[in-house]
């Protein structure tokens, strides 16, 4: 067991300890003059997510190799470094997004699941991901002909290209278009939109609800997705839990979709670098009939092997099967 100056502090307050990131020389020269970041969540080697908030009594802590890059941009903290065993590390308020090493399980699935539910989709809207990563996995489905991506932090798109090249490379895709903007308000303007205007699939890449993206977790942003949706629309969202840490939130998050749309039903992916090793998806249909759990379509096996790491169809209906005990809790009205 390790300590640090840092381990009574909340998340919060470690961040909160520096707003611009000091430089130090490294401790390997006394003569180089090569500068070394520093962060306040990495101390002796080592980064530490924790959030009494989020999953209290747990943390999850990765090796470092080198710190990239440190900066508060206008809207969140970012950190990007250069983990021993799972690749480059974008990390957003103190929260892992993605690593190199496990990413696509979280990046297949949250694409993969609604487009394969829906019957013919042709327009799909991703809401944060500047990282690429689902963009990335929208552009494998060739009949999707156009495809929006709005990020809110233009910095998470720059760094991304720079130290994230397999997930970014999406982003100049030219079936993609990048805007610039607030996901609310982008939805917002949609509201009184013609139908052409409209998506197929939305999907929301959010970050955890904290501060500005707690309002991706309540029933008005919902209801802005049902509006910016076709008739066969399915919309899909990082739920920011998992059933083995405040289950509660997904039964809450889950009464607050049905509120809004017709069929609404949580699948997950395991993920080691998500504390706990898992995420789930909330998953909503704007078509009563829809069956999310079942893939209207599909592809060979031979087709799912070049295309995925992690997603096949049989995964797709496994993914919503839960556990007894969590399908009770979940569920429950």
């Not at 390997?28 to 080592?46: A, F, N, Q, R, Y």
């Not at 694409?111 to 327009?123: C, L, R, S």
């Not at 998050?253 to 504390?275: D, G, H, Q």
Request: aromatic residues 10%; proline residues 5%.
């Amino acid at each position: 067991m390790w300590t640090s100056n840092f381990g009574n502090l909340s998340l919060n307050n470690q961040l909160q300890l520096t707003h611009k990131y000091s430089l130090r020389k490294p401790e390997m020269s006394s003569e180089s003059t090569t500068k070394e970041l520093t962060h306040p969540l990495i101390v002796d080697g080592w980064f530490r997510e924790v959030s009494d908030e989020f999953f209290p009594g747990q943390a999850f802590c990765l090796k470092v190799e080198k710190i990239l890059h440190a900066e508060k941009s206008e809207f969140q903290d970012v950190l990007v470094f250069q983990s021993t065993n799972f690749g480059n590390v974008l990390v957003l308020d103190g929260i892992i997004q993605v690593t190199e090493r496990d990413e696509f399980a979280y990046q297949e699935m949250i694409t993969h699941v609604p487009i394969f539910a829906h019957p013919n989709p042709k327009k799909v809207l991703v809401i944060g991901g500047g990282d690429g990563g689902v963009l990335r996995e929208v552009l494998k489905h060739p009949d999707v002909s156009k495809i929006t991506l709005v990020e809110i932090d233009d910095l998470v798109i720059k760094l991304s290209k720079k130290y994230l090249p397999k997930m970014a490379v999406a982003l100049d895709n030219e079936r993609v278009e990048v805007k610039l903007m607030d996901g609310f308000k982008y939805l917002a303007d949609l509201k009184d939109s013609a139908d052409e205007e409209k998506y197929d699939v939305i999907i929301t890449d959010s970050s955890d609800p904290d501060g500005p993206a707690e309002a991706f977790f309540e029933q008005n942003y919902f209801e802005l997705l049902n509006n910016a949706l076709n008739k066969n629309g399915v919309v899909i969202s990082m739920a920011s839990e998992n059933m083995w840490l405040m289950i509660q939130n997904l039964q809450k998050l889950r009464k607050i979709c049905a509120k809004v749309f017709p069929v609404v039903k949580t699948c997950y992916v395991t993920i080691p670098t998500y504390t706990s090793g898992q995420i789930s998806l909330m998953c909503c249909s704007k078509n009563p009939d829809l069956k999310l759990n079942e893939p209207v379509r599909k592809l060979t096996k031979e087709e799912e092997l070049k295309n995925f790491k992690y997603y096949n169809s049989e995964i797709h209906r496994a993914s919503f099967v839960l556990p007894t005990w969590a399908n009770e809790i979940i569920y429950k009205d």
